[in-house]
């Protein structure tokens, strides 16, 4: 079975570089080549699905001793963890595969030869990053498939100066932070090849500030990845934005969760088991929670400042991953204790910042597909030159809503049950440790400014007026291919907030059956199904010494609260007679209404921006 499914996944990346040779030579046919990257990718996608189910579902494999083309060895690991986050590239890549058929044709004035080279090797190299097995020999070549195929698609408009010197500087950091795990892995003891489990027990005999300065440089390359605060700012907004779309919902919505995936791999599976070594957990919880909590919340507050749809998205996207490595901060903080209370807040903890790895991936995903269509309908990311297209593009509009909804965490939708999981635990842990309970609050403060942005990126994209007077074009709403990935993705996002048991179930078995890290025996010990309670009207988290629910995640009842506040509305709204009629907006009878006077996005929560100012990311007027 061992080697049945690691052939598979060798043949999985096999099909992908196939493509990249093979597509190519069709690029002039730009419809047929889509079509043929996009086939190329559901096949290589659907045998990464059934490896993901093998390793989650029945058994998870031990790592093995691979030879790639003859010549390389390579260990390879295929265990339940990296087989959720396989199942995340395998959906995000066909959907984003799908999009791009239609999305290219509008970039007519360049050729699509480089897109179909590079499309297939970047998912392959995503493939590599999460399956490899070693910091060193391995991991550089997976670094490097993914690293260089996504700089030549982040400057795919290198027709655009500073499109390209967006690439660049991207490539630069992302080598720096491959340096920095690499240098990591040295300072630890590794040699060339050595698997991370020979790593870990180098690291066991090592003493003084070794551990510390190893554990240093790998949590900062990783975190260079996953775009933390400072080092995403340093990059992220500048390359999503200028990305074609598809690309940018794949760099979002699944890249930088390679960076979380190393993060959590060190911190959880890369401590040594021998007596002698003391690993610092709580100290190194307590750094990356801060990390964690600060990258929320000023991504969050930046991305609110925006004026340009897919850097407000980008921006948005590094406030989500703070989410993430908050939760994973507090994991590590909490599991290190001696208390067993924290010990299962923990693992709490770390339930919900996998389930928002999820989330993030499917909404943030959707949210750039949604911006995509409107630049292809509209040849505009500028806010303040959209507005009223729920008129003109009626479908992408419902969508994008959901898409705003989740990311905001709003219920039923997918967000809300993970940063309520997150947000939660770290409120309750403050029975001991009170720092918890205030990144909780500024995480929770934090959702509703989410809000705001995309009150904002909504309102000012699709229900105020605007293109009236600024798009030249005729504006519809996009064809089937781009509209089929929207409406799968946004089915996930309500199925996700809706019956989040099943994920947190799949979450916990993922852990369960990965052998190698701490977390595996306290999953299968502390009997966390004892404490988290999942059924089709949420989840509920009780902890041992507390005489009520810990925390509640039931949005179907808020579905139903709603659905019946709406039916309460509408029949007061019949129930005198009224009849609604439309009619031009008054302007107090001095003119009418046109681009002069309406709503800038600079005027959108004003007070609010000013009073953070201080945190960066403002746009000049």
């Known amino acids: 079975m061992n080697s049945n499914l690691y052939g598979s996944l060798l043949l999985s990346m096999g099909i ?5 040779v093979i597509v190519p030579f069709f690029s002039e046919k730009r419809k047929l080549a889509g079509w043929l990257n996009f086939a190329f990718t559901a096949v290589a996608g659907f045998i990464l699905l059934n490896i993901s189910y093998s390793v989650i579902f029945e058994r998870s494999l031990n790592t093995e001793l691979w030879t790639i083309a003859g010549f390389l060895p390579v260990y390879l690991l295929l265990d339940s963890f990296a087989g959720f986050f396989l199942a995340i590239i395998a959906v995000m890549s066909i959907m984003s595969a799908f999009y791009s058929i239609d999305y290219m044709e509008h970039y007519h004035d360049y050729s699509l030869k480089s897109y179909y080279v ?4 970047f998912i392959a190299g995503m493939v590599a990053i999460i399956t490899v ?3 060193t020999t391995g991991f550089t070549v997976a670094w490097q498939m993914m690293t260089i195929a996504s700089y030549f698609l982040v400057k795919f408009e290198y027709k655009k100066p500073e499109n390209v010197k967006s690439a660049n500087k ?5 080598e720096i932070a491959w340096l920095l795990i690499l240098v990591g892995a040295f300072v630890a003891g590794s040699g060339l090849g050595d698997s991370i489990h020979a790593v870990t027990r180098s690291l066991g005999a090592s003493t003084g500030v070794i551990p510390f300065i190893v554990y240093a440089l790998i949590f900062l390359g990783f975190g260079f990845k996953a775009a933390i605060f400072p080092f995403g700012q340093m990059w992220l907004p500048d390359a999503h934005s200028i990305a074609p779309s598809p690309i940018s919902a794949l760099l979002s919505g699944v890249m930088i969760k390679t960076g979380v995936y190393g993060i959590i791999r060190t911190f959880f599976w890369m401590i040594p088991h021998n007596e002698t070594f003391h690993f610092s957990g709580s100290l190194w919880g307590a750094i990356i929670a801060v990390f964690g909590v600060v990258t929320l919340f000023i991504g969050t507050v930046q991305s609110m400042k925006q004026s340009n749809s897919k850097r407000l998205l980008a921006f948005s996207s590094i406030g989500q991953v703070g989410y993430i490595i908050f939760g994973i901060g507090a994991a590590v903080f909490m599991f290190n204790s001696n208390s067993h209370y924290l010990k299962l807040l923990a693992l709490i903890a770390i ?3 996998v389930y928002h790895v999820l989330n993030h991936a499917v909404f943030k995903g959707l949210l750039f597909l949604t911006s995509g269509s409107v630049l292809f309908a509209t040849d505009s990311k500028d806010l303040n030159k959209l507005g009223g297209l729920i008129k003109y593009m009626p479908v992408t509009a419902i969508i994008a809503g959901i898409a705003s909804l989740s990311i905001s965490g709003v219920p039923p939708f997918s967000g809300f049950a993970s940063k309520w999981t997150l947000i939660s635990t770290s409120l309750l842990a403050g029975n001991e440790v009170f720092f918890l309970v205030i990144f909780g609050i500024i995480a929770l403060f934090t959702s509703a400014i989410t809000l705001s942005c995309y009150v904002k990126f909504f309102g000012m994209t699709f229900t105020s007026a605007g293109t009236e007077w600024t798009v030249d074009k005729q504006v519809k709403e ?3 291919g781009m509209l089929l990935p929207k409406f799968i993705l946004a089915a996930l996002c309500i199925v996700q907030g809706v019956i989040p048991f099943f994920y947190f179930n799949t979450i916990i ?3 369960q059956n990965s052998g190698g890290s701490m977390l595996s025996a306290a999953f299968r010990n502390m009997e966390i199904d004892k404490y988290v309670f999942n059924t089709a009207m949420g989840v509920t988290v009780e ?3 507390l005489s009520s629910a810990a925390s509640m995640a039931v949005p179907v009842v808020v579905l139903v609260i709603f659905a019946i506040a709406l039916c309460v509305a509408l029949l007061l709204t019949r129930s005198g007679g009224n009849t609604e009629r439309q009619a031009e907006t008054w302007l107090c009878g001095y003119q009418t209404l046109n681009n002069r006077n309406r709503y800038m996005d600079s005027s959108m929560f004003a007070a609010l921006k000013a009073m953070f100012g201080w945190t960066g990311g403002n746009v000049k007027k």
Do not use: R
Request: net charge negative; aromatic share 10%.
């Open 351 to 353: 339930i919900g910042a």
């Open 478 to 480: 996009v064809g089937a």
């Open 16 to 20: 992908l570089v196939l493509s990249a």
């Open 118 to 121: 590079n499309y297939p090797i």
């Open 509 to 511: 078995a993922v852990f």
């Open 543 to 545: 902890v041992p010494g």
């Open 170 to 174: 991207y490539l630069v950091l992302m």
């Open 133 to 135: 097995d070693d910091l």
